[in-house]
Nanobody, 112 residues
Framework: VQLVESGGGLVQTGGSLRLSCAASGFAFNRYTMNWLRQFPRKERELVASIRPNGVTNYADFVEGRFTISRDNAERTLDLQMNNLTPEDTANYYC???????WGQGTQVTVSS
């Protein structure tokens, strides 16, 4: 199993980023996939999830700013993040729900 995140970076408040996760080594189209984030010295928290059929779920703090999507044919998971704030600064990870499989993470930093 391999999950490789990309797309993080430094943006200003109000900016946008699109994170991607390339998946391999498992039946991607059968699993719910998650984006989580982790602040320094804190546990990871769920940002958004998407079921194999495309049904999505978002944390309350997203407030309509992020969109999770998946391409089962390409085995990719994306997170479009708009209207970013400094409070969104964290390391973002993709995860196969119910498993201990994580990517290496991609850092998102939002400057004020």
């Amino acid at each position: 199993v391999q999950l490789v995140e990309s797309g993080g970076g430094l943006v200003q408040t109000g900016g946008s980023l699109r994170l991607s996760c390339a998946a391999s080594g498992f039946a991607f189209n059968r699993y719910t996939m998650n984006w989580l984030r982790q602040f320094p010295r804190k546990e990871r928290e769920l940002v958004a999830s998407i079921r194999p059929n495309g049904v999505t779920n978002y944390a309350d703090f997203v407030e309509g700013r992020f969109t999770i999507s998946r391409d089962n044919a390409e085995r990719t998971l994306d997170l479009q993040m708009n209207n970013l704030t400094p409070e969104d600064t964290a390391n973002y990870y993709c995860n196969i729900e119910g498993t201990g499989h994580w990517g290496q993470g991609t850092q998102v930093t939002v400057s004020s």
